[in-house]
């Protein structure tokens, strides 16, 4: 497979032997190609993905990606890694105060020089901080999105929140903090209209609401609450019921196969199939308590890469009624499976860029950034896919996080 490492799709046309301290993505491409083309990644691929993850891969905090966008926004000319925080947190202070934009949402003591020290340090923070800053640096519509979506992981601006679609709206006509303000004022007195009938051309984007008045139009939409977003209708619910659906088909296949369930004659369902079944077959990898529950993410030593995330059977169980939006994450580790049963046999290259293909219509058509290599969890799935057995790389990769003896590997 070496030969044809110059070909995976991320950032093909870039001399590696150039790349800035501050370009993560081309970075984290340099070293995912590094690692898959090693002599010991076909036989000893799970140690050699393991121990890239744990020891070689840089976690890039919120705080470095809000740096390198000032970095570059700002044009400084001394080289990256020379920069001092200083120089940044006077950057982002005279930005707020050029644009009058307050410290916070919320009333607080805390000094703006102390909040944009914690900003250029955290590991990461919550959505309202991405909108202030927003604000506060000037931010474009894009700006934003990708803050949210590949920075946060989370999904982009949320049409169905009132504030999200007037923060949204500000960032499009490059208006500040307080016309927000202001317009969220009018939202409280706006009458709720439930016949609004464009709201799908909205979400599509072939409808851009880009004059005040179709603005208020839509959000006295949103204000009658007859769109709700963990819904049926949500493309992203729909994408991931598609994708259960198929896992356990795959699931139940599988127990077929088995030869004690031959000798009793079982004939495997789809309707057999539960969410425990799912989270054993996904999750074989992660211990279980004595209460048959998956132990704590917090003792695995790559809980800060896969963002606290795991597959679940309660997670299954709180998307299909409605108490979780469907994530990413979610939609992602359904297909990485899928693909991974699908085309098990199949050439690994092939494999590889078939998952890519389909992974990023569906986040396409969800509304979702694309697969970002530089999101370990992320980085990590698509290593697998280059392996032999890409399932049970994925689970002994799992086991070993959560192994005392690996804290100690060099």
Known sequence: MKNRMQDLDFEQTVAFDSVKDFEFTRKAAQKFRQVVSLDEFEDEDADVIFHYLYKEMELVSFGDHLKRYIYERAGLEEPYNEVTQDIYRDIVIESFHETCTPKSMNPTSTKLTSLANNWLTQASVKRETVFLLGF??????????????????????DFHNPDEVIYWFCYYRQLGYHKAEELKKKYENLQPDAN???????????????TEEKLLAYLAYVKAGTDDPMSEKSQAFQEFVRLLT??????????QRDEEEKSRNKVWNISDITDSDVEKVICSGIPVNKMGNLKKMSASILAKHFSQKRFSRQRINSILNHKFPVERFDLITLEFFIVSQEMQDDDPYNRYHHFLEEIQEILHKCGMSEIYIVNPYECFLLMCLLTDCPLAVFADIWEMSYEEDKKDIS
């Open 136 to 157: 506060g640096l000037r931010m474009s519509v894009e700006d934003v999105s990708d803050f949210l979506t590949r920075v946060l992981r989370e999904q982009d601006f």
């Open 196 to 210: 609004y009938t464009d709201a799908p051309q909205v979400y599509s984007g072939k409808i851009c609401l880009d």
């Open 246 to 255: 198929k896992a356990k088909e795959i699931i139940a296949k599988m127990y």
